[in-house]
Structures are given as C-alpha cells and as structure tokens.
C-alpha cells in the first residue's frame, strides 16, 4: 500500500510562484513513474506533468510546458512540482498519482495511487 501526501499549494496572484511537494509513504517510489494531475470545478481530471523512475525524463501538458518543472528526490520518497509564471487557468486541485498501466501516460485511467489533493488557486 502506498500512501501519498501532497503540499505546498495556496493562494497567489498572477505571474507567481509555487512548489509543491508530494510524499509517499508505505512503499518506496524509486522504481515509478509518477505524475501531476490537476482538476478545475466542472472540468475532468488532466494530466500535468510526469516523471520517469530515475528522474532522467519528464513529459508537460502544452498548458503548462515552460512554466512548470518537475522533479524527484528518490532519496526522500518525494516528487515536485515548481510552477512559474502562474495563471488564473491554472487554478485546480492538484494531484500526485503513481503509475500502473503502461500505455498512456497522460490518462489518469493508468494511475493507481493518489494523494488528496492541494488547492492552487491563481488570481488576477
């Protein structure tokens, strides 16, 4: 069983800045993929950012590409997510997820493990 806690999000005005974090706990996360969902109210889920087992590769939504970096520390079981330059489009709920499913990684359908959630809320 893998728990998965996410931080860091709040409130901020337009053009800035937000990291957040997303521990796991109960099962080591250095062998998945992992990845950032978020969902606005009415909206679906969508897929944001993920990361490869080791680091080495990460994958962005067009949404957020240039913007949003993320990253993991295997070391501390932890993944982020830096975001510069926020939106008011980018206000949601964001997610953390570990991988299962091995086709399509932006379908949250591939997703087995996830955190609760931590508001981002952008405003102009």
């Known amino acids: 069983q893998v728990q998965l806690v996410e931080s860091g999000g709040g409130l901020v005005q337009a053009g800035g800045s937000l990291r957040l974090s997303c521990v796991a706990s109960g099962r080591t996360l250095s062998r998945s993929f992992m990845a950032w969902f978020r969902q606005a109210p009415g909206k679906e889920r969508e897929f944001a950012a993920a990361?490869?087992?080791?680091?080495?590769?990460?994958y962005y939504a067009d949404s957020v590409k240039g913007r949003f970096t993320i990253s993991r520390d295997n070391a501390k079981n932890t993944v982020y997510l830096e975001m510069n330059s926020l939106k008011p489009e980018d206000t949601a709920v964001y997610y953390c997820?570990?991988?299962?499913?091995?086709?399509?990684?932006?379908?949250?359908?591939?997703?087995?493990?996830w955190g609760q959630g931590t508001q981002v809320t952008v405003s102009s």
């Open positions: 997820a570990r991988r299962r499913g091995s086709y399509d990684y932006t379908s949250f359908r591939e997703y087995d493990y």
């Open positions: 990361i490869s087992w080791s680091g080495g590769t990460s």
